[in-house]
């Protein structure tokens, strides 16, 4: 379980993150959605330790982030930011490979190739598993990227974004592909995602964040209410129920 | 999986071409000169050739290998844990703070010797260097042409400091040769500093994939439990170490340490794993021949080799921009 207790960021004086507390149970989708400038990038950096916290804690599995050895934590949870690495000339195969790093730091073993070509067919590039990163489009990269995390088999899956560049096939099934990880295998899965609809139809949890404090955290259909959303939207919103999922339009 | 042992044989076969080519230009390199060497004397004691072959022609063919080998990994390096292709220790700095360190030790000491001089050298390189990384972190807008441009701009910053130093103690002359780089004076008693290179490189071996994943930026760095910090920094120790040595006993090679890596990315990659020798040997091929055109174009004198390895280099690297160029409309 992560466990965030009074989470504040300050970059200069405005307060990015403004004391938020949260329970993100285990074996769920988590998704955390909200306008622009809500924090919940920042949110999500807070708790993998790649953005230092200016105050309160974040536990995994009882244990501070900051407490845990970088290794270790690296073999528990792994994150998945915007990249800006679009000119480096490595292979698919070889990021992939990066994600096995915390396990055999020199040589992959037989198990990890396993692991990683498995990785590779789950995001469909075993065509281009030799192609340099630098001769992909957007959506073959960021499929790449998240190879590499799923081959890191992290117990914790955070995931910034990571739809953007997919088109909706790949999307769809990038979700779908979570989903299996979460019933499957038990992951945790915490997301931060822009299309309240995708968070709707896939996810255990939802987040709601509003100018970095916690605006309401609940099961889907709790935060899938118009007047819920109009509140921190701004806008209106209109949801309906399509297949028995909860569908938000809006305009 | 066969593609990935085609990929390893492939490798493999390349590296040992590289080896073969520049064992044979070794050879060549040691036949060469303004003096002939007479074979068949040069392993009998007391010989003039065996005097030219052990005092002059094997320490300078030992100098350019490990120069060519060591300016292009930590070229190479550096590249990676910059995160830009046309950042080298020319272009960031690093070369020009070398020989600022040498000059304050040829102020302080009335006798300096070559290991205090590499001390400095070192240090002043680390400095300039650092200093360069951490504007660099501290930049904005990280334009790809920009942060070389930057680095020139720090490198010229610390060379006028250098000349000042060298006008007002007056020593103008020494300095010279350290500005431009030559082998000519790697002999015997004056290049065993290089073999100090040495281990270093093994440095660079054993950090190769944590350099190619601080390559990849510092949150895929931190997810992987790979503390980016450091490894920058053991980056930045080995530029300075590698680039202090060399310009004691040869000068500055410009553009050895940009080329090279660039061109073997190209049709390589970027994974130092891999590359990493392939890197080093192509650098070595690159100033063995730069170093026999030197010795035959005014044949029985010599040229200083930073003029080659800048008329060669500076042409393949106005390439590589076209190229970068080209690509870049692609996309």
């Known amino acids: 379980m992560i466990k965030i207790n009074e989470l504040e960021k300050k970059y200069g004086r405005k307060k990015v993150i403004d004391k938020i507390s949260l329970e993100i149970p285990k074996g769920k989708i988590t998704s955390i959605i909200g306008p622009n400038g809500a924090g919940k990038s920042t949110l999500l950096g807070m708790?993998?330790?790649?953005?230092?916290?200016?105050?309160?804690?974040?536990?995994?599995?009882?244990?501070?982030?900051?407490?845990?050895?970088?290794?270790?934590?690296?073999?528990?949870?792994?994150?998945?930011?915007?990249?800006?690495?679009?000119?480096v000339r490595i292979t698919i195969e070889d990021l992939v490979g990066f994600g096995r790093y915390p396990y055999s730091e020199g040589r992959l073993t037989e198990e990890d190739r396993k692991i990683i070509d498995r990785s590779i067919g789950y995001m469909d590039l075993e065509s281009i598993r030799?192609?340099?990163?630098?001769?992909?489009?957007?959506?073959?990269?960021?499929?790449?990227?998240?190879?590499?995390?799923?081959?890191?088999?992290?117990?914790?899956i955070l995931l910034d974004e990571p739809l953007n560049n997919l088109d909706m096939k790949y999307a769809s099934e990038f979700l779908k592909i979570l989903r299996q990880l979460v019933d499957d295998l038990k992951k945790?899965?915490?997301?931060?995602?822009?299309?309240?609809?995708?968070?709707?139809?896939?996810?255990?949890?939802?987040?709601?964040?509003?100018?970095?404090?916690?605006?309401?955290?609940?099961?889907?259909?709790?935060?899938?209410?118009?007047?819920?959303?109009?509140?921190?939207?701004?806008?209106?919103?209109?949801?309906?129920?399509?297949?028995?999922?909860?569908?938000?339009?809006?305009? | 999986m066969n593609l990935a042992i085609k990929d390893i044989n492939k490798r493999s076969l390349i590296k040992l071409t590289l080896i073969l080519a520049a064992a044979i230009l070794s050879l060549v390199s040691l036949s060469i000169g303004a003096e002939e060497i007479i074979w068949s004397e040069a392993f009998t004691e007391g010989t003039f050739s065996r005097t030219l072959l052990f005092k002059?022609?094997?320490?300078?063919?030992?100098?350019?290998?490990?120069?060519?080998?060591?300016?292009?990994?930590?070229?190479?390096?550096?590249?990676?844990?910059?995160?830009?292709?046309?950042?080298?220790?020319?272009?960031?700095g690093s070369v020009s703070g070398a020989q600022l360190g040498i000059a304050i030790s040829l102020v302080f000491f009335s006798k300096v010797s070559t290991l205090q001089?590499?001390?400095?050298?070192?240090?002043?390189?680390?400095?300039?260097?650092?200093?360069?990384?951490?504007?660099?972190?501290?930049?904005?807008?990280?334009?790809?042409?920009?942060?070389?441009?930057?680095?020139?701009?720090?490198?010229?910053?610390?060379?006028?400091?250098?000349?000042?130093?060298?006008?007002?103690?007056?020593?103008?002359?020494?300095?010279?040769?350290?500005?431009?780089?030559?082998?000519?004076?790697?002999?015997?008693?004056?290049?065993?500093?290089?073999?100090?290179?040495?281990?270093?490189?093994?440095?660079?071996?054993?950090?190769?994939?944590?350099?190619?994943?601080?390559?990849?930026?510092?949150?895929?760095?931190?997810?992987?439990?790979?503390n980016y910090r450091i490894v920058v920094n053991i980056g930045l120790v080995l530029i300075s170490a590698v680039s202090g040595a060399i310009v004691i006993v040869v000068g500055n090679i410009p553009f050895l340490g940009l080329v090279v890596p660039n061109i073997v990315s190209l049709y390589?990659?970027?994974?130092?794993?891999?590359?990493?020798?392939?890197?080093?040997?192509?650098?070595?091929?690159?100033?063995?021949?730069?170093?026999?055109?030197?010795?035959?174009?005014?044949?029985?004198?010599?040229?200083p080799i930073a003029l080659v390895v800048g008329?060669?280099?500076?042409?393949?690297?106005?390439?590589?921009?076209?190229?970068?160029?080209?690509?870049?409309?692609?996309?």
């Open chain 1, 47 to 87: 708790i993998s330790r790649t953005i230092e916290r200016n105050g309160g804690s974040v536990l995994i599995d009882e244990v501070d982030v900051k407490d845990w050895e970088n290794n270790e934590l690296a073999k528990h949870l792994g994150i998945l930011k915007q990249s800006d690495s679009v000119n």
């Open chain 1, 130 to 156: 030799l192609a340099y990163l630098d001769e992909l489009s957007g959506g073959q990269r960021q499929r790449a990227y998240i190879a590499s995390i799923l081959a890191q088999d992290t117990e914790y």
């Open chain 1, 188 to 251: 945790t899965i915490v997301i931060v995602i822009h299309d309240i609809n995708f968070a709707a139809c896939y996810s255990d949890f939802i987040v709601l964040l509003k100018e970095g404090k916690l605006a309401k955290m609940g099961t889907v259909r709790e935060i899938m209410d118009a007047r819920v959303l109009e509140d921190i939207y701004d806008m209106p919103f209109n949801v309906l129920e399509v297949d028995g999922k909860l569908i938000c339009a809006y305009y």
């Open chain 2, 56 to 92: 002059s022609r094997i320490p300078r063919t030992i100098s350019l290998l490990i120069s060519g080998f060591g300016m292009s990994i930590i070229g190479l390096i550096f590249q990676q844990i910059s995160r830009n292709k046309f950042v080298s220790p020319t272009t960031a």
């Open chain 2, 117 to 226: 001089m590499m001390l400095f050298g070192f240090v002043s390189s680390l400095a300039v260097t650092g200093i360069f990384m951490y504007i660099l972190r501290r930049l904005k807008f990280k334009e790809v042409v920009y942060v070389p441009l930057l680095g020139l701009m720090l490198g010229s910053v610390i060379s006028s400091i250098t000349s000042f130093l060298a006008y007002k103690y007056n020593f103008l002359q020494v300095l010279y040769g350290w500005f431009y780089g030559s082998f000519s004076l790697a002999i015997s008693g004056r290049y065993e500093l290089l073999y100090l290179i040495i281990p270093t490189l093994f440095v660079s071996f054993f950090y190769a994939k944590a350099f190619t994943i601080a390559g990849l930026g510092e949150n895929f760095s931190t997810n992987l439990g790979l």
């Open chain 2, 268 to 303: 390589g990659g970027d994974n130092l794993e891999k590359n990493i020798s392939i890197v080093g040997l192509t650098g070595m091929i690159f100033i063995l021949c730069c170093d026999l055109i030197c010795r035959r174009i005014i044949y029985p004198y010599e040229l």
């Open chain 2, 311 to 331: 008329v060669i280099g500076c042409g393949l690297f106005l390439m590589l921009i076209f190229r970068k160029e080209a690509g870049s409309y692609e996309t």
